[in-house]
């Protein structure tokens, strides 16, 4: 038992100047069935895309009716991508589906090790009563996808 214990590491931290801030991604439990799979037996590719659907669902859960989640690259002059759509390819890849700031399709297409995105809030079209809450259904996705998976025994 203080074996396993041992081999028990922290998954994840955050330090904040606000103790009233809301939580963050780090600090809440990982849903159910994500947490279900050993990390050991993810793809990096995995991992990463049900860690990023983790922190939009987050970031969106903070934003008002007037506001959507967007992607912005850093370190490069792509702009922002509004998401619509993010996948993973084993072992390595996670693709970003949307609309960049000027309304034209967009695909990102990003091996895990170059990941790096920053999340920003931007006002909805006016056009739409309701901001898309794409984090919300990504989650939704992440449990079907488990009910479908055949567990191993």
């Not at 904040?16 to 050991?40: R, S, W």
């Not at 990463?48 to 992607?71: K, P, T, W």
């Not at 690259?73 to 390819?89: P, R, S």
């Not at 990003?110 to 909805?124: E, F, K, T």
Request: one cysteine or more; a negative charge; hydrophobic letters at 35%.
């Amino acid at each position: 038992m203080a074996e396993a214990a041992k081999r028990k590491r922290r998954m994840s931290d955050v330090a904040q100047c606000d103790e009233g801030a809301p939580l963050t991604a780090e600090q809440k439990p990982l849903p159910k069935n994500v947490a279900n799979k050993p990390i050991e037996d993810k793809s990096p590719a995995e991992w990463a895309y049900e860690r990023i659907i983790l922190y939009i669902q987050n970031f969106e859960e903070q934003l008002d009716n007037e506001h959507e989640v967007v992607m912005g690259f850093t370190g490069a002059d792509a702009g922002v991508l509004q998401i619509e759509g993010i996948g993973y390819f084993d072992p390595d890849i996670v693709t970003f589906y949307g609309t960049d700031g000027m309304g034209m399709k967009t695909q990102l297409v990003q091996h895990v090790s170059q990941l790096n995105v920053m999340l920003r809030a931007m006002s909805r079209p006016k056009e739409r009563e309701a901001p898309t809450r794409i984090g919300f259904r990504l989650a939704a996705d992440l449990e079907r996808d488990a009910e479908d998976t055949p567990e191993e025994e």
